[in-house]
């Protein structure tokens, strides 16, 4: 038998039963930690998590994404700055907003353009439906690069 199916075989007598409060069974499990894993008596481990229970850890703190918190206030002041007098467009937004957490503004190419309006606009699949979408795709990227 294996670490985990030894600790798991000793944990059962510890977190069986019903009626139990939720402070009980997490009193229970506790004591039963100790045992199993540090090897402890009973005593020592009921000892042990009533100190626990004393004298609680301070919680964590909030994880963030990234490797800091963006404050919208000043995200929004300074997204406001770099669009003043611009026309508002999705890619001008964009690399507004990416400019401004310091977020690495990805350029999209023509390709990718394309692709995406494929993607987007597709209907039937079929070749001729191709050809219009890629013509017509095609007209939008020049009408959005001549902005």
């Known amino acids: 038998m ?4 030894a600790y798991n075989k000793c944990m059962s ?3 069986r ?3 139990k409060t939720k402070e009980q069974r997490q009193n229970d499990f506790c004591i039963g930690a100790k045992v199993c894993s540090k090897n402890v008596s009973r005593e020592e481990a009921t000892r042990l998590c009533a100190e626990a229970a004393l004298n609680p850890k301070p919680p964590k703190p909030n994880r963030t994404r990234g490797k800091c918190r963006i404050d919208v206030a000043t995200l929004s002041a300074c997204v406001l700055k770099a669009i003043d007098g611009t026309e508002i467009t999705l890619a001008t937004l964009t690399a507004s907003i990416a400019s401004c957490t310091g977020q690495k503004v990805e350029k999209s190419t ?8 494929f993607k987007e606009n597709a209907v039937t699949g079929d070749i001729k ?3 219009k979408l ?3 795709c095609t ?3 020049k ?3 001549a902005l």
């Open 129 to 131: 439906e191709a050809q």
């Open 17 to 19: 039963g019903t009626g």
């Open 143 to 145: 009408e959005q690069e």
């Open 13 to 15: 007598s510890f977190i």
């Open 134 to 136: 890629r013509s017509m």
């Open 110 to 117: 023509r390709e990718r353009f394309i692709k995406k309006c």
């Open 139 to 141: 007209a939008k990227w």
């Open 2 to 5: 294996g670490k985990r199916e």
